[in-house]
């Protein structure tokens, strides 16, 4: 029972260092002033770490815990899950620039949910089945949430809403991942491979659909020529976390 009460008290800590990005990225976008070419800059390095995360995390954990076929539903699920949103608030904004950029911050904080919550999960499966990589995967949610953040929030301030507005769906994403760690811990008992198999895929699958419709899109709108290395020094980055942690 005692270990079992660390365990828990350590993925609780755990998630809520990975969770404690969006709070951190949206403070940053709220008090730093940083022009376009930054903000190119931290999407590409996000999408660079994410696509490195679903690479040699997400995917790998995924067809370890169940098999390919469990692995591709649970992402083919989440990536339609995140474009069906996305969808929706697009045709929710009307011809306005302001509405369009409102949807715009509103579709990067519902696919932070949508990929942040599962992954969390995932760092509670990670502890209770004792596998390698919780470190690595920590670190890497944990800059790409921050750089992604940084993004999302920036939009909103762009549409000068109150420093409040702004914070208030960050910490209620803050809150609910940092309970996803505990939960994914308790749910690696009653539920079977193939189920937590599904769970993480799910992640890699919203986060793949993130990538591609939210962030990799900005990033190239503001600037062209660089933003791909900045995505390959993303993954690089990741992919040194997963490799020596």
Not at 109 to 136: C, K, Y
Not at 151 to 180: C, H, N, Q
Not at 209 to 215: G, N, Q, V
Request: net charge neutral; hydrophobic share 55%.
């Amino acid at each position: 029972m005692n270990n079992d009460i660390l365990e828990i008290l350590n993925t609780l800590l755990l998630s809520m260092i990975v969770s404690s990005a969006f709070l951190i990225g949206a403070i940053l976008s709220i008090f730093i002033k940083y022009p376009e070419r930054i903000r190119a800059d931290l999407a590409a390095l996000s999408a660079g770490i994410f696509f490195s995360t679903i690479s040699f995390s997400l995917v790998d954990e995924a067809l370890k815990e169940g098999s390919f076929i469990t692995m591709v539903v649970g992402f083919i699920i989440g990536a339609i899950v995140f474009s069906v949103i996305n969808r929706i608030l697009q045709n929710r904004s009307n011809s306005k620039t302001k509405n369009r950029d409102i949807s715009s911050s509103k579709t990067v904080i519902i696919g932070t949910f949508l990929d942040s919550f599962p992954e969390s999960i995932f760092i509670g499966v990670i502890i209770a089945l004792n596998l390698q990589g919780l470190m690595a995967a920590v670190l890497a949610l944990f800059i790409g949430n921050v750089t992604a953040t940084m993004e999302g929030a920036k939009r909103m301030v762009d549409v000068s809403k109150r420093k409040s507005y702004i914070l208030k769906p960050w910490l209620f994403i803050f809150v609910i991942v940092t309970i996803g760690g505990p939960l994914g811990w308790y749910l690696e008992k009653p539920l079977n491979p193939e189920q937590l198999s599904m769970i993480i895929s799910f992640a890699a699958g919203a986060l793949m659909a993130f990538i591609t419709e939210e962030l990799i899109p900005q990033a190239y709108k503001r600037v062209e020529l660089h933003i791909g290395l900045s995505a390959s020094f993303g993954f690089i980055i990741a992919l040194a976390l997963f490799h020596y942690l």
